[in-house]
């Protein structure tokens, strides 16, 4: 296995074998990133929403690759704006649980685009 997904949506969970699965929110899934990130892997594919409107998605899936043997600060930088961003966000929106099982689909979607864009590398 190359890389690791990282979500707390079931269905990545149900449909992918290499799923880091967090039982939690969008938040905790980015931190989740966050420390692997500290760890040495690498971002594959950006931790935030390119919609605003799916920023508001209780769903997250972060492509990372495995483990290298130094921090990219540059990946660091990027995992720290983007919690810094979502939690400002949220401040002022709460997640929209309303259409829940859209966003699940919606991220499925959006993760799937991520690994045919990455195909070859799995």
Known sequence: MRNI???????????????????????ETLVKVRDLVYEGHELVSHPLAASLRV??????????ANQCEQLNFDHAEII???ICKYKKHMDVRKADEANSDDYKTVDLLLLQSALNDEKGKW
């Open 80 to 82: 720290e704006g983007s």
């Open 5 to 27: 997904i990282i979500s707390n949506n079931p269905l990545v969970a149900e449909k992918y074998e290499n799923v880091f699965f967090v039982d939690g929110s969008v938040e």
């Open 55 to 64: 920023l508001f998605s209780p769903y997250r899936s972060v492509i990372v």
